[in-house]
């Protein structure tokens, strides 16, 4: 598919009035939004944890979660935390910001795009087997898939 390179805001939840745009790598295979410590300190973002964190060449190395951004791409915006890595790293958005605000990559266009099954805003998708064992357990159900 090759690289895929978004436009995105990132507005601090704690000061508003820090914000900034950046070039930031679409990585569907990474999990979190990634940014580098010049960033962090930017926005004025608040240390909340530490987390381990493991690498593509399976190294494992601490790192540092701060909190909390708005994130706007697409003409869709959420909050999420950030986890901070040197000076020099390119900022990343992984799956957990793409699920959350309902956006896909396209492939032939290398893009990022609202979900085409809801592009008016996003969709959130909870899965139906809790649904079905809450409705076994409320109306004691006898049925083989309780």
């Known amino acids: 598919m090759g690289k895929v390179i978004e436009k995105i805001k990132l507005t601090s939840l704690f000061d508003p009035t820090k914000s900034v745009e950046v070039e930031a790598v ?6 979190m939004l990634v940014l580098p410590q010049s960033i962090v300190e ?26 909390v951004v708005t994130v706007e791409i697409q003409g869709r915006a959420g909050e999420f935390n950030i986890l901070e890595e040197p000076d020099g790293s390119q900022p990343l958005v992984g799956q957990i910001v793409l699920e959350q605000l309902d956006l896909v990559v396209q492939p032939s266009t290398r893009k990022v795009i609202p979900n085409p099954r809801s592009p008016e805003m ?8 809790l649904s079905a064992q809450i409705r076994c357990l409320v109306f004691n159900l006898a049925v083989p898939r309780c």
Do not use: C, F, Q, W
């Open 122 to 129: 996003p969709m959130v998708e909870i899965l139906s087997v």
């Open 42 to 67: 930017a926005l004025h973002l608040r240390k909340m944890r530490e987390v381990s964190v493991r690498y593509a060449n399976n190294k494992t190395e601490v790192k540092s979660i701060y909190g």
């Open 26 to 31: 679409i990585d569907t295979g990474a999990t």
